[in-house]
């Protein structure tokens, strides 16, 4: 039984020695130390020696697995570390070459347009307000003096849902929220940036989606005088401040009365040219003061409160301030156009 050990030991450990993998070396330690291996049929086989042998075999049997286990275990130590060194051989990389340039994405240009205008108001005491794009009828129209079947409303051919829910035609109905919400019980100095729908054929100057910035200011004594004021504060300080510009009657529902603006020309600085028109004035939005069905619906009363309220499409005033001939570019997202604008 001795003799038998001792061989199975020598057998062993010269399969540890030709194992060359991992999976090697655990059929090596199944088939010597498992429960069918020739060291457990020994240690079962011990009940049938005498007793003085089996004391021998015994201490005999163990360290022959002792001895397959060390040469198991430190074969496996040997092939673990030849494997991640061939592992970090193969992988090695060279640190000093250069990295490959990261592109850097940046603001829409017209995200920069809305915050440009928004931050030169917010300058001039005004603060940003917010409201849902999907809006009531109430709030998109009647509550803007344009009741239903007013002749108005086909200006604004909208989205409708349902009967009183449709995608906003205009920003407005978050100024008659806002002065809702106040009850007529303190002033009114905000704008309202956003998204706006109507039904429109997009072609180079139209689109179905574009985006506007309202302004209402509502308190005791505003006069027209305060709103051309305003206007051409921030003519000056978006246009530069040789932009010169001038107030055209018009008519909007909501505010009486109502003026369209026009900045100077900065192409032909007012002498006439094709981008004008040959008029040297360029319209770039519209505004008033505030109608009084307007405020009285709101809670103020128009007795003791006045205020006026504007709008522009910052799409617009992107064309004419960087040269932008269609108003597509803006939702396309050619990547090539975004670049000409991104500011680093």
């Known amino acids: 039984m001795q003799e038998k050990l001792q061989a199975l030991q020598t057998e062993a450990l010269e399969h540890v020695e030709q194992a060359k993998t991992l999976a090697d070396l655990q059929n090596v330690r199944v088939s010597y130390l498992g429960k069918k291996g020739p060291i457990t049929e020994v240690l ?3 009940g049938k020696l005498s007793p003085e042998e089996r004391p021998v075999i015994g201490e005999l049997a163990n360290k022959v697995r002792e001895a397959i286990t060390e040469a198991l275990d430190t074969k496996k130590q040997n092939l673990e570390e030849a494997a991640l060194n061939e592992q970090l051989k193969s992988e090695t990389i060279d640190v000093t ?5 990261v592109q850097v994405g940046g603001s829409h240009l017209l995200t920069d347009i809305v915050t440009e205008i928004e931050d030169l108001f917010i300058g001039m005491g005004f603060e940003i307000k917010e409201g849902p794009e999907v809006e009531t009828d109430y709030y998109n129209f009647e509550a803007l003096n344009l009741p239903k079947d007013h002749p108005a409303r086909d200006m604004q051919d909208s989205f409708y849902i349902t009967e009183e829910l ?17 009850k007529g019980n303190k002033p009114v100095k905000m704008i309202c940036p956003g998204k ?3 039904r429109d054929t997009d072609d180079a100057t139209h689109s179905h989606q574009f985006t506007q910035v309202e302004g209402l200011y509502v308190d ?6 305060d709103l051309k004021g305003v ?5 000056k300080q978006f246009f530069g401040e040789e932009r010169e510009i001038r107030l055209r009657p018009s008519f909007f529902p909501f505010t009486e009365p109502s003026v369209e603006m026009d900045i100077s020309c900065k192409v032909c600085h007012g002498e006439g040219c094709s981008v004008c028109k040959k008029t040297g004035w360029i319209e770039i939005l519209g505004g008033g003061m505030v109608h009084p069905d307007v405020l009285e619906m709101a809670g103020y009363d128009p007795e003791v409160y006045s205020g006026f309220a504007f709008g522009m499409g910052p799409e617009r ?15 396309t997202n050619d990547v090539r156009f975004l670049k000409q604008y991104h500011q680093a």
Not at 97 to 101: E, K, N, Q, T, V
Not at 166 to 182: K, N
Request: overall charge positive.
């Open 196 to 198: 706006v729908y109507r």
């Open 166 to 182: 449709l995608l906003r035609t205009h920003t407005s109905p978050v100024q008659a929220r806002t002065m809702g919400e106040y």
């Open 231 to 235: 206007l051409n504060q921030f003519a």
């Open 317 to 331: 005033i992107a064309m004419l301030k960087y040269g932008v001939d269609d108003i597509r570019h803006f939702y």
């Open 44 to 46: 079962r086989g011990m």
């Open 97 to 101: 070459l250069p990295g490959r340039p």
């Open 220 to 225: 005791k004594d505003v006069r027209m005088s």
